[in-house]
């Protein structure tokens, strides 16, 4: 089992969505000993925004690209050949006025290819990351759970959905800046739907 972890915080350190994705981890971890674990922390490694000169290099046929076209191409590559690989994707995932980090969405923009990680046919569109296991760890200062101030969750079932990834399981921190109790509890919950999320 191949597990990728991707932090979209734009901390490094002190992040409580990678502390909960790293959480995650170690519980799959110890159900699967032999699993392997490949990190991918945005904060640290920052990816680059699809811009102007990104549509241009993605498509600009391959054998035409400028040595610095085919250098971005590759670093979009390198993400989509993580998730390719990836038996479960453990993703933390902070709330930035009212939606996904900078980072994530760098991310998802990174492997979100046509003809590589979807395709179109007569019928529609179909995802061709298929067969994957996704746990994301949403952390919040607030609580929107279940209203429609939650955008993410909606926007991440629809974006994996339409990359083939059906199978997403999430686990909810809200409260973290409603004092330290609050804090406490919503990282005692979190960490009580980490055991039923990995256990089922
Ligand atoms: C720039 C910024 C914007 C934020 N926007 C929201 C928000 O819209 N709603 C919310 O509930 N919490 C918001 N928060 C609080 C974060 O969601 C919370 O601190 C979360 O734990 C951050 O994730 P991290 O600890 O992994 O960095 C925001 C925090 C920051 C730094």
Redesign the pocket.
Known sequence: MNILQVNS???VA??????LANELVERLRAAHPRATLTVRDLAKTSHPVLDEATLGALFTPAEQRTPEQAQRVAQDDALIAEIQAADVVVI?V?????GVSSQLKNWIDAISRAKVTFTYTDKGPVGLLKGKKIYVAL??????RNTPADTQVPYLKTVFAFLGMTDVQFVY??G??MGADAEQQALASARGQIDEAVLA
Do not use: D, I, K, V
């Open positions: 915080s734009a901390r002190g992040s409580h969505s990678t502390q933390g902070p709330m930035y006025n009212f952390t919040r200062g607030g609580l929107y921190a809200e973290l800046a």
